[in-house]
């Protein structure tokens, strides 16, 4: 009875790391450019001494869908949107360079460019982006960054800088806990000239709300026959006690 007892609490515990991973997917439904985690279930035999006679589950993450959400416009000359494959370059809390698909980019008033959580973007060098004040700015397909300066005329456009734009193999990125998209080799990136910027649209979460409601339902439904079971399990331990004692 033990052992059944340890077989259902393992099988508690995993789902409740999956409805975990399931919840965060759900909660950044509206956030710019997020990829939602994918998560399943393994039977795994335990070894040991002796033939492996028992089956515990195990949750894992087998990765992250890279997919494409939804364009929103917004007109915003600082919102981007990646269209196709590809990655925006930032700089993240430790000062390492990652990636990510969130372009919707502030400006400081000394024309630093950073994403809404504060992270400095970079262009094809690796830097951070300053932009000089301007009256216009616009974006090209490419990642160049024109403007053009106060004082001049409105068709002087005037190149400053360009955003560094990444498109690496899908099997060496991974998606770590601060959200944002980092090389599993740790090779650098160069600049990708194939991908291809929008200017004034952003990209919403590429998670489906319906979907994650649904498993939502499923991972408690499955927590609750589990539960069940280490309720069995207790009761059928009782009444043998009861027996003994007889």
């Known amino acids: 009875m033990d052992r059944s007892l340890y077989i259902a609490t393992s099988g508690a515990t995993q789902t409740l790391l ?16 997020f990829k939602s985690d994918l998560q399943q279930f393994r039977s795994m035999p335990v070894f040991g001494d002796g033939y492996a006679t028992r089956v ?3 949750a894992e993450k087998p990765g992250t869908d890279f997919s494409q959400g939804n364009f929103q416009t917004t007109d915003n000359p600082l919102d981007l949107a990646i269209n196709g494959e590809g990655f925006f370059a930032v700089r993240d809390s430790q000062g390492k360079e990652a990636y990510t698909r969130a372009g919707d980019f502030k400006m ?11 992270l400095p ?32 005329a409105t068709n002087a456009t005037t190149t400053v800088d360009q955003l560094k734009l990444i498109k690496p193999d899908a099997k060496n990125i991974e998606k770590r806990t601060d959200g944002l998209v980092y090389i599993k080799d ?16 952003i990209e919403g979460s590429n998670v489906n709300a319906i979907g994650a409601m649904v498993d939502m339902i499923e991972l408690a439904r499955n927590f609750e026959m589990q539960t069940n079971v280490m309720k069995n399990v207790k009761e059928n331990s009782a009444a043998s006690a009861k027996l003994l004692q007889m």
């Open 186 to 201: 740790g090779t650098a990136q160069n600049d990708n000239a194939t991908v291809q910027v929008a200017q004034g649209v």
């Open 56 to 58: 515990y589950a195990q």
């Open 121 to 152: 973007v970079l262009n094809v060098n690796g830097q951070p982006i300053n932009i000089p004040p301007a009256q216009k700015l616009t974006i090209s397909e490419d990642g160049s960054i024109n403007i053009i300066p106060f004082g001049v």
């Open 18 to 33: 999956a409805q975990t991973a399931n919840a965060n997917n759900l909660a950044n439904a509206q956030t710019t450019g």
């Open 108 to 118: 400081t008033p000394d024309g630093a460019l950073f994403t809404a959580s504060g």
